[in-house]
């Protein structure tokens, strides 16, 4: 038996969302998608008042680097998920990229040790890499 794929998708822009999930559809996965950090966190099953191990119920998470704080260059919903899932990331389990528009945002991400990829390239880079 296969296991399905699956994606979560944290995309301010609505069309940003239908359109990777539209990639990611014709490449096998199951999509869902959220368009702020709460959302993202709810997909996930997680409450942030707990202290619970959090298991992932994605194959790979995409997201706004910024999510919910559209241009400002704040890391800091991105490394919310991180968090959680950086464990699974380190063994293999899970994939995790961040996107921006802004190069200043892409260094932040990329000093934090975050995979991410501007907008600009998003759509090829998914073809390429998932």
């Given at each position: 038996?296969?296991?399905?794929?699956?994606?979560?998708?944290?995309?301010?822009?609505?069309?940003?969302?239908?359109?990777?999930?539209?990639?990611?559809?014709?490449?096998?996965?199951?999509?869902?998608?959220?368009?702020?950090?709460?959302?993202?966190?709810?997909?996930?099953?997680?409450?942030?008042?707990?202290?619970?191990?959090?298991?992932?119920?994605?194959?790979?998470?995409?997201?706004?680097?910024?999510?919910?704080?559209?241009?400002?260059?704040?890391?800091?919903?991105?490394?919310?998920?991180?968090?959680?899932?950086?464990?699974?990331?380190?063994?293999?389990?899970?994939?995790?990229?961040?996107?921006?528009?802004?190069?200043?945002?892409?260094?932040?991400?990329?000093?934090?040790?975050?995979?991410?990829?501007?907008?600009?390239?998003?759509?090829?880079?998914?073809r390429k890499?998932?």
């Amino acid at each position: 038996m296969t296991e399905h794929l699956s994606v979560l998708l944290g995309m301010h822009h609505p069309d940003y969302a239908t359109d990777l999930g539209r990639i990611f559809e014709r490449k096998g996965y199951d999509v869902t998608s959220a368009s702020t950090i709460d959302e993202m966190l709810e997909r996930m099953g997680i409450q942030e008042s707990t202290s619970e191990t959090y298991v992932s119920a994605f194959h790979v998470y995409v997201m706004d680097a910024n999510l919910g704080n559209r241009g400002v260059n704040n890391l800091d919903p991105a490394l919310q998920i991180y968090r959680h899932i950086e464990k699974e990331m380190n063994e293999g389990k899970v994939k995790f990229l961040t996107i921006t528009a802004t190069d200043e945002l892409i260094d932040k991400a990329q000093r934090a040790g975050l995979t991410c990829v501007s907008k600009r390239n998003i759509f090829d880079y998914i073809r390429k890499n998932f």
